[in-house]
């Protein structure tokens, strides 16, 4: 086997993976195939050998190829609009030309009252809420995407996020699901109940600090704190920064799903958003920059 053919067969592992990147995004099974064969093409004009994460490689690749084809979708329904009229956002983004098949793939995967929804989403908020709310990435890797901050990626998907939350016809299921896990995550995480953390987090969980939480928890190290670094991976460590912590941490909407606030008078001064997949959290975020705060939409919950 040539080094060519260990390349196909290395891309052909995360296949599946990408087409349901692409299908979710594009809402066209042909259109996302052709996402996914432009995503080898790239690969095989690059020197693989200097690509650490090649699954992450890959997922970005199929991304912009899938956001530069709803905005050429978008652009071709805006000239079509007649003169006397406004573009209609809903079919710049459709995937009208999808065909009953793709829809009935679609519909087993997302609900197709959410993908009716996803519909009238912008290329960059679809690419935004799709990446991160179904697939777990987080926004400091779809940013560079799309063209934006972190930030200002975070308000894409929250803004995506309320208009599919506020369409009646989709069920909201998995906002149930977010707030039971992250209920239970926080009991457990107070009672110092280990087994039952690492029943709630997959064993691959990723959290994330940034840099006013890192430097927070830096000042508190001496009474006790749990050393964080920017990233935490993996169940087992994890389960060591919350285990029997969070003792004032409460239940609160953060830009509408189930997360956590620790507030000092009223005030947050750090914020734990959870995604949540299948029944288990996928991704911690402890956001404690001002700035970032400033941009959330929070809501206390009664637990």
Not at 64 to 69: E, S, W
Not at 216 to 229: F, I, K, V
């Amino acid at each position: 086997m040539d080094d060519r053919d260990l390349l196909a067969e290395r891309f052909e592992a995360h296949r599946d993976h990408l087409r349901a990147v692409a299908l979710r995004m594009l809402g066209s099974s042909h259109e996302a195939d052709d996402a996914v064969q432009e995503a080898w093409l790239r690969l095989d004009r690059t020197d693989a050998d200097t690509v650490d994460n090649l699954g992450g490689w890959l997922s970005t690749v199929v991304a912009r190829v899938c956001l530069d084809m709803l905005r050429t979708r978008a652009r071709s329904a805006a000239r079509e609009v007649p003169a006397e009229g406004s573009p209609d956002p809903a079919a710049a983004v459709s995937s009208a030309a999808a065909s009953p098949e793709d829809e009935a793939v679609l519909a087993d995967s997302v609900g197709l009252a959410l993908l009716v929804v996803l519909d009238t989403l912008t290329p960059a908020e679809r690419l935004a809420f799709v990446l991160h709310d179904l697939f777990g990435l987080p926004f400091e890797e779809i940013g560079p995407i799309v063209g934006r901050s972190p930030v200002a990626t975070r308000q894409l998907a929250s803004r995506a996020r309320r208009r599919i939350q506020a369409d009646p016809a989709v069920p909201d299921t998995a906002a149930a699901t977010q707030r039971e896990v992250v209920t239970a995550f926080l009991a457990a995480s107070r009672q110092g109940d280990f087994g039952a953390l690492l029943a709630l987090l997959d064993p691959d969980v990723v959290m994330r600090v940034d840099a006013v939480a890192l430097d927070m928890a830096a000042g508190r190290a001496s009474a006790g704190a749990p050393a964080l670094s920017p990233e935490v991976r993996g169940a087992d460590a994890v389960v060591q920064v919350f285990g029997g912590r969070a003792q004032a941490a409460r239940l609160a909407l953060v830009d509408g799903l189930a997360g956590a606030v620790f507030a000092v008078g009223g005030r947050p001064q750090v914020v734990f958003g959870f995604t949540v997949r299948h029944g288990r959290v996928v991704g911690i975020e402890m956001l404690a920059d001002p700035e970032t705060l400033g941009t959330l939409e929070l809501e206390r919950l009664g637990e």
